[in-house]
């Protein structure tokens, strides 16, 4: 899995020149996190931690120091001074995004960081956390669905198939060397059968959205795609 280094910025505050909520306590260092995800446009929300994001913070040896659950990380964490803390931010479907929705699979984020924490100091860690898996999708041209009575939009990815039977929905891979292999199979109101040419796109990239998008070939009845890349 590729992992992404997450931002950290640190700045030492003058206790005199603090809020309220920003006081250190004696020997200890405060973390004011703020956490979003990576290449997604964000909704105004009075939390700093995007909503589905768990973190772990960890101690030299890999003992977990302090972890919250998606949904209720802080904005603000007391650490002990003199240590540094590795910061893990994630999504917890780590180990089963690739089964959910039905084999669809889902969006997976992770990323980490290191913080150093010092007495008496105020540490900010703002974060875009990274996507890593990529995702594919397909979309239909208009009056499709009253040409045709069926039809399926079928991947190759990851050594399996998987058949989206909606425009506009998503399926979700690992990036590997063979990337993904598409067509569309479909049955028109006469009942006549036509399935396009198995295609394979390889160049693929953690983070990315490919959308397939569908058109009509009426110089031979059937249809031909343009693929389009999103951040």
């Not at 039905?102 to 010092?118: H, L, N, P, Q, S």
């Not at 598409?182 to 059968?193: F, S």
């Amino acid at each position: 899995m590729k992992r992404a280094t997450l931002i950290i910025s640190a700045a030492t505050i003058l206790l005199a020149s603090c809020s309220q909520d920003e006081v250190t306590h004696a020997g200890k260092a405060t973390m004011i996190l703020d956490l979003t995800y990576e290449n997604m446009p964000q909704i105004t929300v009075t939390r700093a931690v995007s909503p589905g994001l768990s973190i772990q913070i960890l101690t030299p040896d890999g003992t977990v120091y302090q972890e919250y659950a998606a949904g209720a990380v802080p904005d603000k964490v007391t650490l002990e001074g003199g240590v540094t803390y590795t910061v893990k931010a994630f999504t917890p479907n780590q180990d089963t995004w690739q089964t959910a929705n039905d084999g669809r699979g889902e969006a997976c984020y992770y990323g980490e960081t290191t913080v150093t924490a010092i007495e008496d100091e105020v540490v900010y860690c703002r974060c875009s956390v990274p996507m890593t898996n990529y995702a594919v999708t397909f979309s239909l041209p208009d009056h499709f669905d009253e040409l045709f009575s069926s039809y399926g939009f079928v991947l190759h990815a990851n050594g399996k198939d998987v058949t989206l039977q909606q425009s506009g929905t998503n399926a979700y891979f690992s990036v590997d060397s063979q990337g993904f292999t598409y067509h569309l199979q479909a049955v028109n109101t006469d009942g006549a059968e036509f399935s396009t040419t198995p295609a394979t796109y390889t160049d693929v990239q953690v983070g990315k959205m490919y959308q397939l998008s569908y058109d009509y070939d009426f110089g031979s009845a059937a249809a031909v795609a343009s693929l389009q890349i999103h951040n």
